[in-house]
């Protein structure tokens, strides 16, 4: 096959609003480690992927929209083809509407757009003969952070017991001389280390950049289905923000825990570069009514008030939607290769649940994809409520929660677009 790689700096030059905690109060204050984003093309046979990361929050479905359209009408590849993910650091830009306080970043936005349009180009530019090899490994950062109380309900607090799926999946790409030409790493903890006012990559960046040292490599980074789990840097008191000395040395741990795994590494047989995607509806539960929002802009919540507002304009134009879209995309190699990527902050359960759906053949599961949609909470999740099932949902400007088989609608969606590809 044959594959190409860019970099490409995003940082902003002045201070931006971001996005990630409603806590923020002003613009940003700094930059701890600059933003960056990628752009793996492939090729084979006729078929080809053109694969981003960046690192953002993740993309809106408008924004990805737009975006797609945008690099396909420049490079020549259809929209289909095209994957956008996300490293989901919290310390981003604000660059599309959310229930939270801070304005969007237009001008950024217009600018990162266009960067995600050269870095592919330059990634079309850059393609060249290469092989790929593939490693799981394991790595022991992050916890789930959904603990049942013993009432039937939840705590956001670590629960070292709860699900996690610590497969630690690299793809190398290697030239005819057997050197190395770029990876692509895809391991699931929030990434939110830091909070507070500087921007960075938090501890995705740091990983990318030990691997490219430890590799001569460009490195590349997307966030698995990580929904309920985030870092286990701990206090007395729960969870707690990280040093940036801290969250570099996760970096380059996760680094050292990807090359242990070399000695396990196994050639993939490329037999294709096949995108299949399909866009299907989350149905939400019970809507609210005009009641119900006029009452939460009397109450005192300022970024309810946000949410209230919007759906209230939205309801003096018609009904509210009774479901999301949702866009998957699965990216195959071969029949016994896939890399699934989901819109939404999906709960671990439910990339578990994928890979085991697709057993025997090695699938790599990828949330935060294209549209970041809401959180998707796993079934088991629902009974016991919490910020993932319940709590979230005003953030991102949805009118109710997911009812509780989304996780089954997700399964088979994705188990029906795989079979298109057999």
């Given at each position: ?6 970099l ?16 923020r ?5 700094g ?16 078929g080809?992927a ?17 975006t ?6 420049a490079?020549g ?23 939270m ?5 237009t ?21 060249a ?34 699900p996690?799926?610590?497969d ?5 790409f290697?030239?005819p001389?057997g050197?190395?030409r770029?990876?692509f790493?895809?391991?699931g903890?929030h990434?939110t280390?830091?909070?507070e006012?500087l ?5 995705p960046?740091?990983l990318?950049?030990e ?10 980074f ?26 570099q ?7 050292r825990?990807?090359l242990q795994s ?6 993939i047989?490329i ?5 299949a ?5 989350l149905?939400y539960?019970?809507?609210?009514g005009k009641?119900?929002?006029?009452k939460v ?5 300022k970024?309810?008030?946000?949410w ?9 134009n ?5 479901s999301?879209?949702?866009?998957i ?16 902050e ?9 890979k ?5 053949a ?19 999740t629902y ?10 949902y005003?953030?991102?400007?949805r ?5 509780k088989?989304v996780?089954d ?12 590809q057999?």
């Amino acid at each position: 096959m044959k594959a190409g790689f860019a970099l490409i700096d995003i940082t902003p030059d002045h201070p931006v609003w971001m996005v990630g905690y409603a806590s923020r109060d002003h613009q940003s204050e700094g930059v701890y480690q600059n933003l960056r984003a990628g752009a793996i093309a492939l090729s084979h046979r006729g078929g080809a992927a053109l694969l981003l990361t960046s690192d953002i929050i993740g993309h809106s479905l408008a924004f990805a929209a737009e975006t797609k359209a945008l690099i396909a009408d420049a490079t020549g590849l259809l929209p289909n083809q095209i994957i956008l993910t996300a490293t989901h650091t919290h310390c981003a830009p604000f660059f599309y509407g959310w229930g939270m306080p801070g304005e969007v970043e237009t001008d950024w936005a217009a600018e990162f757009q266009s960067k995600l349009i050269e870095v592919s180009l330059r990634a079309m530019k850059d393609l060249a003969t290469a092989r790929v090899q593939f490693t799981r490994g394991s790595s022991t950062f992050g916890v789930n952070r959904r603990t049942p109380d013993g009432k039937g309900g939840i705590l956001f607090k670590a629960n070292p017991d709860g699900p996690i799926d610590r497969d630690l999946d690299t793809l190398w790409f290697i030239d005819p001389d057997g050197e190395i030409r770029g990876t692509f790493t895809v391991y699931g903890c929030h990434a939110t280390c830091r909070g507070e006012y500087l921007l960075g990559g938090d501890y995705p960046g740091f990983l990318c950049r030990e691997m490219t040292k430890q590799t001569e490599a460009p490195a590349f980074f997307a966030m698995g289905c990580s929904g309920n789990i985030r870092p286990d840097f701990m206090s007395d008191n729960g969870f707690r923000g990280a040093e940036i000395e801290e969250i570099q040395e996760v970096g380059e741990r996760m680094t050292r825990e990807i090359l242990q795994s070399l000695g396990n590494r196994r050639e993939i047989d490329i037999k294709t570069v096949d995108v299949a995607t399909a866009f299907h509806r989350l149905p939400y539960a019970k809507l609210p009514g005009k009641r119900k929002l006029e009452k939460v802009i009397d109450g005192e919540d300022k970024n309810l008030k946000i949410w209230a507002n919007h759906f209230l304009d939205r309801l003096s134009n018609g009904p509210l939607p009774k479901s999301c879209p949702q866009e998957i995309q699965i990216l195959s190699l071969n029949p016994e290769f896939r890399l699934v990527f989901i819109g939404g902050e999906i709960l671990t359960e439910i990339g578990l649940h994928l890979k085991e759906a697709f057993a025997p053949a090695t699938t790599v599961t990828v949330g935060y994809s294209n549209g970041l949609i809401a959180y998707v909470p796993g079934r088991e999740t629902y009974d016991l409520g919490g910020y993932e099932v319940e709590g979230s949902y005003p953030y991102f400007l949805r009118p109710a929660p997911f009812t509780k088989d989304v996780e089954d609608r997700i399964v088979s969606t994705a188990l029906a677009l795989a079979g298109r590809q057999e």
